[in-house]
């Protein structure tokens, strides 16, 4: 027997998706994609960042490759809910930025029949796992693992490297800051910057040349 009627909201499945990758590997391409596919469907939607994150704009979520949506700029996980209207899908853009209740606060929007979208880096740049995305992964029901293209030999790019001298966790940035490398690429310019305290135009000439 079909329903006659459309099933109320509370009676609805939702659920978590991440998508995650070093940076320059279209993570926040694949976001605006499938946000964009559900405004196509008539679905209604609310988009949110980090508030520190003004690289491209104050207000847009934006890709590397200028594609922008009309987004929420937010200083913790906890004001997605408050500013939040009634939505089928909510996007979260870099994830990684955000506090540890931003995991909580998926799973409450998922449990209301929300679908929830979320892009952010795995690693950060020293290859450790980038909280709360590891937290995030582990909620999801669906996963998705982007790569960009190893600047130095192109495979597969799955590290964020860090051509500055900075230690701080997070270091908004862009090409100048940052380039992908795949893990040999990644491993050799951390070993050549440590043993030999190379310059980063040095580390570069070595990579190219291994």
Known sequence: MFLESKPSKKNKTGWVEVVCGSMFSGKTEELIRR???AKYAKLSVE??????????SEDDVVSHNENSIRSTAVDSSANILLLASPA???GIDEAQFFDDGLVEVCNSLANQGVRVIIAGLDMDFAGKPFHPMPELMAIAEH?????AICMQCGANAQ???????SDDLV?????????????TCYNFANS?????????KEIQKSIKDQ
């Open 171 to 183: 270091l908004l940035g862009e090409t100048m800051e940052y380039e992908p490398l795949c893990r």
């Open 143 to 147: 996963v998705t693992k982007v790569h």
């Open 35 to 37: 946000l964009n596919r």
């Open 88 to 90: 089928d899908v909510i």
């Open 192 to 200: 050549i910057k440590k043993e030999h305290y190379l310059s980063e």
């Open 47 to 56: 988009i949110f960042k980090p508030k520190i994150d003004t690289r491209y």
């Open 159 to 165: 590290y964020s490297y860090r051509k500055t001298d």
